[in-house]
């Protein structure tokens, strides 16, 4: 497998645009969690999923951060619209659900809201 | 999930060993500890976890003390390439349960040569 995979790896765009972050978890796994990273506020959960399901999306900061999983396959991180203070790096990660598996990480997307 | 407390920064020698130490004195007895390491512009990446027995893998050594109140993480012969931001995460594991991690500051290690 070749991980999780996230795109874009780097996005750059236009205050008040749409903005569309991307991830394939790895095969198999039922959870996929979403992550947004800050040099003020380090690592934070956003919202997470089980069997495509979301089961916490109270790290979600706004009405304009949206997330989808419509299959086991694919989810989105969608912000609309977006502002400056939305720069971050966004990772994706996946797991199992048997006791005691890690989660593995995706490279991450950077954004970048001018 | 339990707090845990971690030096902000440490160094160490290249080809030495470097032991990160964790406080996590809140832990409770269906806690597991957890650690994960993020090397610049990567994703975070685990090393290895356990509960209660030390735990060893083809990456680092995890040390528990009896109490439970701290662990430390060895690298035993550290590269330049382990130069990285070690997390120390303390959560519940149990089947069916949330997966969530909550990282705090981590420590930065940096390996010298």
């Known amino acids: 497998d070749a991980g999780v995979i996230q795109s874009p790896r780097h996005e750059v765009t236009e205050m008040g645009q749409e903005v569309t972050l991307r991830c394939k978890p790895i095969?198999?796994?039922?959870?996929l969690f979403w992550y947004r990273q800050t040099m003020m506020r380090g690592l934070e959960l956003l919202i997470y999923?089980?069997?495509?399901?979301?089961?916490?999306d109270s790290g979600m900061p706004e009405d304009r951060f949206s997330a989808k999983m419509p299959n086991a396959s694919f989810s989105t991180l969608k912000i609309q619209p977006s502002e400056p203070r939305d720069s971050a790096v966004y990772f994706c990660?996946?797991?199992?659900?048997?006791?005691?598996?890690?989660?593995?990480f995706g490279q991450g997307t950077r954004l970048t809201v001018v | 999930d339990a707090k845990t407390t971690q030096p902000t920064s440490m160094d160490c020698a290249e080809g030495r060993a470097a032991n990160l130490p964790c406080n996590h004195s809140?832990?409770?007895?269906?806690?597991?500890v957890y650690w994960y390491r993020q090397i610049h512009s990567q994703g975070p990446q685990y090393i290895i976890h356990?509960?209660?027995n030390n735990e060893t893998n083809e990456m680092a050594s995890l040390i528990i003390t009896e109490d439970r109140k701290s662990s430390t993480l060895i690298l035993p012969h550290a590269t330049l390439r382990d130069t990285a931001v070690y997390y120390c995460?303390?959560?519940?594991?149990?089947?069916?349960?949330?997966?969530?991690?909550?990282f705090g500051s981590g420590t930065q290690l940096t390996v010298l040569p």
């Open positions: 990660a996946s797991s199992l659900s048997t006791h005691g598996t890690e989660a593995f």
């Open positions: 356990g509960l209660k």
């Open positions: 809140t832990i409770s007895g269906n806690e597991y």
């Open positions: 095969s198999g796994h039922d959870y």
């Open positions: 995460i303390v959560r519940v594991a149990s089947s069916g349960s949330a997966r969530q991690l909550t």
């Open positions: 999923f089980n069997n495509n399901v979301p089961i916490d």
